[in-house]
């Protein structure tokens, strides 16, 4: 049960291409200079006139697998309600490894000693060459990947100064939403769905461990309409139903959402003066 928990705990993650970038090419680099002033596993031996600069290019290698483990990882993130948990950078630290290490044999087959490809080379590259060193490059890659995540986060922050951080009631959960992004909340029990926008136009929802209540405190510009549901009220459309039966329509929302008597007023003369 421990480690279900820990497997599942949030991890900073970055959409943008540039931490993709500049984690591969330090890692790469690292590996390539380790290779060119340490000489490990006899690499004494080779001998080139351009020795160096071949040793270069695996760092090309590195950097090519860091790049296209990228667009997955980000496709998962975005279907997790851009949610990014730590068995998730597991997995992407091994399928990264396993391309770099892919990526290396190929250019070591084919650049370096010219050998042509083949599974039974592959597999003897990888236990012998490509797992000792990703023992040591897997543990550094992800710390790379942490820091500029979290770089990234924070300057992110930075440039919005309007970005909100929205805490679940028990602090373990978090997420950063700009106040016009928040489209509406609904409660579930002891959870609450948050619907919003995306910089892209997509609609995305979080669902969090925390009040109505307590979330409306944390988006201030936020209105309630009913014991269950907050809206963004710049997303209003129109006033559905009679006295008995109340609905709000919202723009990007199918379906109505229950409006309780006692926020109708403040409903309908927003909407009015929105109209004038």
Known sequence: MQWSK???KEHSFSTRWQQAFWSGTILGLGLALLMIFLQPFDTYTYQSPFKNLLLLGYAFCILTAAVLIHPPTKWLYRKQDNRWYLWNEILTLLLGGGLMMSFSYAYN???ING???SLSHWWEFISAFGSPFF????PFWGLLRFHLGRSDQQLTQVANPTLLQIVSQNKK???QLAAAQFIYAQ???NYTEV?????????VRKMLRISISRLQSQIPSSQQIHRSYLINLDFLEEIQGNARKRYVQLKMVPKPLPLSPKYYETIQKWL?????
């Open 173 to 175: 959960e978090s997420f």
């Open 6 to 8: 820990w497997l599942k």
């Open 187 to 189: 409660a579930q029990q």
């Open 195 to 203: 619907f919003y926008q995306t910089d892209a136009g997509e609609v």
């Open 135 to 138: 023992l040591f490059l897997g």
């Open 272 to 276: 009015s003066n929105s109209a004038q």
């Open 115 to 117: 050998y042509p490809l």
């Open 109 to 111: 087959a084919l650049v």
